[in-house]
């Protein structure tokens, strides 16, 4: 007597299974985003002691996907200040900085100062947060890809929040590990 597998798992509704699909793509379009640019910065020469200017270089040919879905290409943000943030929803320190964030952005922006949020983060976490919780500046998924993108930016011990300020001519000019303070923003906001 043969008998048929029976499996007690509901049919997939075609609306979830298409939702699995977009999650399962954006992680591995964030991941293929993130090791690109870290083998651009590997083939450029790029190592933990890599100098700070040349560290860079491999952010601008980057391109992100919005929580609104638009695209960002990090190439828009060149040729002026630029601060970037490595967040996420699930890190408190990392939600507790965003206001002094946006404060340093609305304050700066006539400035020329830019900033940049990418969370290191699930898409629909990040949306339903934003929903709740809106900010003035830019945010960027990166996705675990993200994680990466901070190593070869100097996060060697993968930690959250993670801050890093380009100058003007690209070259990173402060990295903060760790939650910011409104000290730590005043000081680099200054002129050179």
Sequence with gaps: MTSEPSSSAAP???AEAGRRRLLYGAVAAAAAIGGGGLALWRRSGGSAAASRGNVADAL???SFETPTGATLAMASLRSRPLLINFWATWCPPCVEEL???DRFYRENSARSWQVLG???DQPSAVRAFLAHTPVSFPI????LGGTELGKSLGNESDGLPFTVVLGADG???QRRMGRLSASDLAAWALPP
């Design 60 to 62: 601008w040919p980057l």
């Design 118 to 120: 990418l969370a290191i």
């Design 171 to 173: 070259k990173v000019a």
């Design 12 to 14: 997939e509704a075609p």
């Design 140 to 143: 960027a998924l990166a996705g």
């Design 99 to 101: 206001p002094l964030l």
